[in-house]
C-alpha cells in the first residue's frame, strides 16, 4: 500500500514539473512573439519616418518651383502688358485715327516672350510620387495649366514669327542701320515711330493686329486668372502641409 501512494506522489510530481516546463515554453513563445512585433513596429517607424523625409524633401523642391513659376509669371506679364499697350494704341491711331502719341517703343511690336515655369520639367514627374491626394490633384490640374499656357504662348509666338515679321519687311519698315551700323542694335530703333503709325493704317496689317491681339490677350488671362491662381492655391497647400510634418 505505501508503495502504491509513493508511485502516485511521484506520478504527481513529474506531472507538475511537466507544467512549469510547458508554461515556461508558452512564455518563451510569448516573449519571441512580442519580440518579432515590437521589431516589425520599429522597422514599420522608420520606413514611415524614411518616407515622410522624402515626400517632405519633395514638397519643398516643389514650392521653391513654385515660387519661380511665379516670379517668372510676373516677368512674362510685365512684357506681355507693354505689347499689348502698343496693340491698343496702333489701333487707336491706325484704326480710330486718334491724334495721340506713339509712347511704346515700336520694336515691341516684333516681340514675343516664351512661357516660363521652372517647375513644367519636375511637377509631372513628382505627381506619381506624392502620397498626399489633395496636393497631387491640384498638381494635376497645374501642370494641364502649364501645358495649356505653352500652346496659348506658341500661338501668339507663331502670328508674330509668321505674320507680323514678314510683314513688316514686305512694308520695308525695318532700319538697316539699327543693325549694320552699330554694335549695339538695341540703342537704335529698328522700326521707327512714324512707320509703324503709317503701317497701322493699312486694313490688312490690322487683321493681323486683331489675331495677335487675340492671342496676346488669351495669355495675360490666362496667366492672371489660371496660372496665378492655381499657383498660389498649391503653394498654400504645401505650405500647409510642410507645417503638419
Known sequence: MIKFFRKIRK???????????????????????????????????NENRKARLTEV???NKLLEDLKLDS??????LK??????????????IGYKNSNEPLTENPRSIRRYVTFE?????????????????????ELIDYNEDLNLGVI????????????IRPYLGLKEAYNLESQFETLDADKVNMISKEDLIKISKN????????????KLKS???????????????????????????
Do not use: C
Open 11 to 45: 506520478s504527481l510530481l513529474d506531472q507538475n514539473k511537466t507544467g512549469k516546463y510547458f508554461k515556461y515554453a508558452i512564455g518563451e513563445i510569448v516573449l519571441v512573439v512580442i519580440g518579432i512585433l515590437i521589431a516589425l513596429q520599429i522597422n514599420n517607424w
Open 117 to 137: 515655369a521652372p517647375s513644367l520639367k519636375t511637377s509631372s514627374l513628382l505627381v506619381s510620387q506624392l502620397n498626399n491626394e489633395t496636393i497631387r490633384k
Open 152 to 163: 496659348e504662348m506658341n500661338e501668339f509666338i507663331s502670328i508674330v514669327k509668321d505674320k
Open 203 to 214: 486694313t490688312d496689317f490690322q487683321q493681323i493686329l486683331f489675331e495677335a491681339n487675340f
Open 79 to 92: 512684357v506681355l502688358s507693354e505689347i499689348n499697350s502698343l496693340h491698343q494704341q496702333l489701333y487707336n
Open 57 to 59: 524633401t519633395k514638397l
Open 71 to 76: 516670379i517668372a509669371f510676373d516677368s512674362n
Open 219 to 245: 495669355n495675360i488671362n490666362g496667366i492672371k486668372n489660371r496660372s496665378l491662381t492655381l499657383n498660389n492655391s498649391l503653394r498654400n497647400l504645401i505650405e500647409t502641409e510642410l507645417k503638419a510634418y
